[in-house]
């Protein structure tokens, strides 16, 4: 893979229905006409709609340019050869106009299913729709007009693309030519990403990769441009077998440029995009996010991904405010369609900590480490509400106790913005001291706060940390409830307030990883400090040496 400074060189049907699937004309049209792609039989014998299948063609409201009749609904499904995408652009376009298109209205869906998940557009009025790629082979528009005020209507064409097109969902999936089997020669082909509305930056990441090399890519390569045009800055120009970098663009635009020459092929490639609403990474100590236009339906056809990014010794502690998605399979059991996937670290190879779809309401999760991905793929069908997260970073610490005192450990790095006065057990007159590279707490269980207390019949003793990141008049304090068994001289460390304490009533205990992990806290200094059985033990010792003395001396008596 190279990349050089210039991206130009110098000579430049088969389709699912609720997972069912057939091919030929006659088959799309009457499976169509099952799972009601088509709607409605159009009223007063008006003729319009149907299934067009050549490569391309043309179509437009009933009576175009005529005004159309009232109380209509016409239905077009436009099927093209698989593999390919479908072009659709309007050539005139005048309907009934209402701010939100209730009265007359052309919808335009990406695939056969008149599904919310599918809609691309709703529009009315005399402002055309933008011109459309489908994300698959299929694409379904939809024209119904009311019994009131009727326009000259619209009039659009197609077109099948092999390789190509204006790409404006949220994500999607763009692969060269016959992808897996090798590309053919004298191939160019433009993905024009972005200009949907979005305003965010666009992330390409290749899954697969493999053109023909050459010093300079000058035989074939992958270009990329930071904008709608190939007159747009250049971000690389990739050939051979390694995969290009993962690529942001700087504007809400991402141009690919595949280009071929006369032999010698390969595989080809794919790659995923995402807009800024369906991938982010999120670094700071505490968040939230949704799925794309929570709470409305999420759109079909999505893989969306949220990396979670905290400094080292953090966890991450994920809340599930609500979650609606696509049910269960009803012949599996499992999460076969929609679902949401959460990845211990930054990559889909890193630990599964949970799977899940439907109406759940998932318990808590928190990670191992100081990453953690979330990722939901959608399929082409059967969009939902979505859901809403909250996630706060668990601060690494050491908690301990004896039969006395609680010695609590926070390095200082981990909250480096913070005065020891934000660190406090109980009340602000029980602040940190900062010793080395630690804040520190080590108090008595009659001091700062603590209380003791009977659960599960034992008897233990309970305060509350609390670390203060605040700033200005925005308050953040996180809560720890710090419990002591004495007995036993047994330590854990509970959050019961971070991104939203109305919600974290059933957080979970989040007893030290660092010492089930083999973290590498210094806890030397709290044992050395540990002297409550040493003093107990003399006690008991001084008092067996005087009682022997009184026996031996009333003998001798």
Not at 127 to 156: I, L
Not at 318 to 347: I, K, N, P, R, W
Not at 376 to 399: C, E, Q, W
Request: charged letters at 20%; one cysteine or more.
């Amino acid at each position: 893979m190279t990349a050089p400074k210039g991206c130009l060189g110098a000579s430049e049907g088969r389709f699912a229905c609720r997972r069912m699937g057939c091919m030929g004309a006659g088959c799309l049209a009457a499976l169509a006409m099952l799972c009601g792609a088509l709607g409605d039989v159009p009223s007063r014998g008006i003729k319009c709609g149907g299934v067009l299948s050549a490569p391309s063609g043309n179509f437009s409201s009933p009576n175009f340019p005529g005004p159309y009749p009232y109380e209509t609904e016409c239905t077009w499904l436009i099927v093209v050869a698989e593999g390919s995408s479908v072009l659709l652009s309007f050539s005139h376009f005048e309907l009934e106009y209402h701010a939100t298109c209730a009265y007359d209205y052309l919808q335009v869906y990406n695939g056969a299913a008149r599904d919310r998940g599918n809609l691309l557009g709703t529009f009315c009025g005399r402002s055309p729709p933008p011109p459309f790629a489908s994300a698959w082979h299929v694409m379904a528009v939809v024209f119904r007009s009311d019994r009131h005020v009727a326009k000259r209507g619209f009039a659009a064409a197609y077109r099948k693309d092999a390789c190509g097109g204006q790409l404006t969902g949220l994500s999607g999936e763009i692969t060269s030519p016959r992808y897996p089997e090798s590309y053919p020669n004298d191939a160019e082909c433009r993905w024009s990403i972005g200009g949907a509305g979005g305003s965010g930056p666009l992330t390409l990441v290749f899954a697969d990769f493999q053109v023909e090399g050459g010093q300079g890519c000058g035989f074939d390569y992958v270009a990329l441009f930071d904008g709608p045009t190939t007159a747009a800055p250049c971000l690389g120009r990739y050939c051979g077998s390694a995969r290009p970098p993962r690529t942001v663009s700087s504007t809400p635009y991402l141009l690919v440029l595949f280009k071929s020459d006369f032999n010698i092929g390969g595989r080809g490639f794919k790659a995923h995009f995402y807009s800024g609403e369906c991938q982010e990474v999120f670094t700071t100590i505490k968040g939230n996010f949704s799925s794309p236009r929570y709470p409305n339906f999420y759109p079909n056809n999505l893989k969306c991904q949220w990396s979670i990014q905290l400094p080292p010794g953090y966890r991450v502690k994920v809340f599930f405010l609500d979650m609606e998605l696509e049910g269960q399979s009803s012949l599996t059991g499992g999460c076969d369609y929609d679902h949401l996937s959460a990845f211990d670290g930054s990559a889909e190879n890193g630990s599964l900590l949970g799977q899940w779809c439907g109406r759940e309401s998932p318990a808590p999760i928190t990670s191992r480490r100081n990453q953690l991905l979330l990722v939901l793929h959608t399929d082409r069908n059967t969009a939902k509400r979505g859901f809403s997260i909250a996630y706060v970073g668990v601060v690494p610490m050491n908690v301990s106790c004896t039969r006395t005192d609680f010695h609590i450990q926070i390095p200082v790095k981990s909250v480096a913005q913070l005065e020891r006065n934000r660190i406090y057990l109980g009340t602000p007159s029980c602040a940190a001291q900062v010793v080395g590279g630690n804040f520190k707490i080590h108090t008595r269980f009659d001091t700062c706060g603590t209380e003791s207390q009977k659960r599960n019949n034992t008897s233990v003793i309970v305060s509350t940390l609390y670390v203060d990141f605040s700033v200005d008049d925005r308050e953040d304090i996180h809560q720890y409830e710090v419990q002591c068994e004495p007995k036993r001289k047994e330590a854990s460390v509970t959050l019961i307030a971070g991104p939203d304490p109305s919600r974290l009533s059933q957080a979970e205990n989040l007893v030290d990883a660092q010492q089930r992990d083999g973290g590498a806290m210094d806890t030397r200094e709290i044992k050395s400090q540990d002297t409550s059985d040493i003093v107990f033990i003399s006690i008991c010792i001084l008092a067996g040496l005087l009682m022997v003395i009184a026996v031996v001396g009333l003998v001798l008596l």
